[in-house]
């Protein structure tokens, strides 16, 4: 039987759709999905796909230096998961979504070190809240990241774990900020689909806009960090890394939520929404009111090109609809700040020394004394580690925790009466006033915007994309900072600007494999 002329003509392009090869590079939850379901792509071939990647580019070729340790059982893991798609479909929101986690993160039957030697052999028996949530969703953990050792250096990622900087993979020469650089780093090359990443005073967001990516900072209490090894508690914060707001949405949905063993998530109010998806709304600008924090960014070391850009990304949100109030000022700021007093309150002695007695034998040390005696730290962590054991160990009970937060209550007042006279949804401000500086330097301007406000108010704040300086190779990022528990809020700003703009690019660094 001969064939009709027309079928023919449609084979070819079936044929060609059905055999197309899957492209991880930039791919997001939603095209892995589809493509599972369409029967182009298994989990086992997904995860082969970024391991590839990974055997390329990270210790060979660019030599990102992003991963401290793959998961020896993830090809199992995924061979798994597609027993189980064969069976039943999805096995969750985020089926077969491998994960790059931080090595600050408990992660069952994997070493967790905080980036040192000194925990060197540490592998914990169950996972950290965070990482079992989203395995539970269907994500499989698949590398431990690198990180700046214990979290300490917003500025550089280098650690005693792994020798060498990772590398920004925009320009292999640059530094990827703060202590989830790593996590940035493999996430912006595309080593795996989303990551984890702790966010004290920048790490979170500050890698994020260094690598061109959407960071979530939550608002205390609504996610848990139980299993995170602490650098102070009063400010830590765990969450979700990604190349697009609704990837990172979706790691969201899935870990926020009470933890009976971190006590602080007991504050979340009840009423708070189940769906953050429903943020997702390309005209979430419409009507917005957003104030232009220059307090957060302006100092005689600002850099006018990120300035520049910076104002085309307000400019591109009133032209989304936003009405933009410039400047937007947190009246008496300067004089809280001047008044603050009282010692330092809990911070990494307190709350390393807690943690490391509740782990027991399972850690080869047992305190911040024991670290410093082991000598296994990076040497630019030594003075650091040293300070710390020699000042006070102030519980939250003290003279110095109660000043503290008296402080804190005077500048989460300010903000907020700020944004109630001038009617504002939300601030914005470059998250970093300078370009990433070269690895080694730390003698030129930083630029970190991100240490002051969200931590010191416990406010959520969101990275996104604006584009790139330095003739277009150097990412730059906006941070949208709101009240407490206004993540939806500020979900919907950063996905309609990120929709409206598509700034964000792949590295040139980790192209495609042929």
Not at 409 to 422: G, I, Q, W
Request: proline share 8%.
């Amino acid at each position: 039987m001969i064939r009709p002329v027309f079928c023919l003509l449609l084979s070819v392009p079936l044929l060609a759709q059905k055999l197309a090869p899957f492209e991880v590079e930039e791919a997001t939850i939603a095209q892995v999905h589809d493509a599972m379901k369409a029967g182009r792509l298994t989990c086992r071939e997904l995860v082969g796909h970024y391991l590839k990647r990974i055997e390329a580019y990270d210790k060979n070729g660019p030599a990102i230096n992003s991963i401290v340790i793959l998961n020896p059982d993830v090809e199992k893991q995924a061979e798994e998961l597609d027993r189980r798609y064969a069976q039943s479909g999805l096995t969750g929101p985020l089926h077969c979504v491998p994960m790059i986690v931080k090595d600050n993160f408990e992660t069952k039957g994997l070493q967790t070190t905080d980036g040192a030697l000194a925990l060197a052999g540490y592998i914990p028996d169950k996972d950290a809240f965070l990482v079992k949530r989203v395995k539970d969703a269907g994500a499989i953990v698949l590398a431990k990241s690198n990180m700046a050792e214990w979290a300490f250096s917003p500025y550089e990622t280098v650690n005693s774990i792994l020798p060498g900087y990772t590398r920004n993979p925009y320009a292999l020469d640059r530094v990827t900020a703060g202590s989830s650089g790593g996590t940035a780093a493999a996430i912006a090359a595309s080593f795996g689909l989303v990551g984890f990443g702790s966010d004290t005073g920048n790490s979170i967001r500050g890698p994020s806009s260094h690598q061109a990516l959407v960071g979530i900072r939550s608002t205390m209490g609504l996610t848990s960090r139980a299993g995170v090894l602490p650098l102070s508690l009063l400010a830590d914060i765990a969450g979700p890394m990604a190349r697009t707001v609704e990837d990172a949405v979706a790691v969201f949905q899935a870990v926020v939520g009470e933890d009976p063993n971190d006590p602080v998530t007991a504050a979340a109010p009840a009423h708070l929404p189940q769906d953050y998806s429903k943020s997702l709304d390309r005209n979430g600008l419409r009507g917005a009111v957003i104030g232009v924090l220059h307090q957060a960014y302006e100092r005689d070391t600002t850099d006018p090109e990120v300035v520049r850009i910076f104002m085309a990304a307000v400019e591109d949100m009133r032209r989304a609809g936003a009405t933009i109030v410039d400047p937007a000022t947190v009246e008496g700021l300067g004089a809280i700040r001047r008044e603050q007093g009282g010692g330092p309150c809990m911070g990494f002695k307190y709350d390393i020394n807690h943690y490391l007695a509740a782990q027991g034998d399972r850690v080869p040390v047992k305190s911040l004394a024991d670290i410093i005696g082991s000598r296994r730290f990076h040497p630019s962590a030594q003075s650091r580690l040293e300070s710390a054991e020699k000042g006070p160990e102030n519980g939250p009970d003290s003279p110095a925790c109660q000043a503290d937060k008296a402080y804190r209550d005077k500048v989460r007042e300010a903000v907020v009466k700020t944004m109630d006279k001038l009617k504002l949804d939300a601030f914005v401000y470059p998250t970093w006033s300078n370009p990433p500086r070269l690895i080694g330097d730390l003698n030129t301007p930083h630029g970190d915007n991100s240490q002051f406000y969200s931590p010191t108010t416990g406010f959520p704040a969101i990275n996104v994309p604006i584009g790139f300086t330095r003739g277009g190779t150097l990412p730059a990022g906006m941070t949208i900072y709101g009240r407490a528990w206004s993540e939806p809020v500020l979900i919907k700003f950063a996905y309609a600007y990120e929709q409206a703009t598509r700034h964000r690019r792949p590295p040139t660094t980790t192209p495609p494999l042929r």
